[in-house]
């Protein structure tokens, strides 16, 4: 069995205090920090650039940071965030005009490649791909916003994706992300998943820890 990630979207953290919050959430438990990146173009929101990256790297150089991007076009912040200490790159097929170019670029520039599949993206985008991912983020809502409700239909698109993954390449994760929360995220790992990002689940609880403790209790029940 593959460990289970849990990724902390800073999307809900107190911004204020992003780099206090980062290692908190970090210190409580969590495996990696999820970087929710919007341009009010692809998604009617606007949040962070490759300096907010830069940061959270030069302060926690051994976090790995995931870059979700939410941008069109993604060719450029590609490059500055792989440049801005980022591990791994995800964007959305309808963002790019040549996806396989953008998945070698990631690659080339030493970060994992991922897509990520909105709730009505077919899951024929991935056809032919498979060499060139390290990762699927699986959305379980549209993407743009925090503390939405997890759309249940997506549960039978992870399994779907899981069964193509056991056919063409295993090794690839399958994340998932949107509306997670403590009463849900068993059922989203019996669908497959093997990493979960969560925002509002995480940073709107009053003890990060404990709230940790009771995600990891889920997933080992
Ligand atoms: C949505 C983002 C998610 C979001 C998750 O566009 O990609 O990462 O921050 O937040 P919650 O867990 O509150 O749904
Ligand atoms: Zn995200």
């Given at each position: ?69 939410m ?15 980022a ?66 239909e ?16 295993p ?11 403590k009463?849900?995220?068993?059922e ?34």
């Amino acid at each position: 069995m593959r460990n289970l990630i849990i990724s902390a979207s800073i999307l809900s953290a107190d911004m204020g205090c992003l780099a206090k919050e980062s290692s908190a959430v970090l210190q409580a438990g969590a495996d990696s920090l999820h970087i929710d990146v919007m341009d009010n173009h692809f998604v009617p929101n606007l949040t962070f650039g490759p300096l907010v990256c830069e940061a959270l790297h030069k302060h926690l150089p051994k976090t790995f940071l995931d870059v979700h991007l939410m941008v069109n076009p993604v060719d450029h912040l590609i490059n500055a965030f792989a440049k801005a200490g980022a591990d791994q790159i995800i964007f959305h097929p309808e963002a790019s005009s040549d996806v396989l170019k953008n998945l070698k670029q990631i690659r080339h520039l030493g970060c994992k490649a991922g897509l990520a599949i909105n709730p009505q993206t077919s899951l024929n985008c991935l056809n032919n791909l498979w060499d060139h991912l390290d990762f699927i983020l699986m959305m379980s809502v549209n993407p743009g916003f925090a503390e939405q409700h997890f759309i249940p239909e997506v549960l039978n698109k992870i399994s779907a994706t899981k069964q193509l993954l056991s056919t063409h390449k295993p090794s690839i994760r399958l994340g998932v992300d949107g509306g997670i929360k403590k009463n849900n995220i068993r059922e989203i790992a019996k669908m497959g998943a093997d990493t979960f990002i969560l925002g509002s689940g995480i940073f709107h609880t009053e003890n990060y820890a404990f709230t940790l403790t009771e995600l990891r209790s889920q997933l080992t029940l």
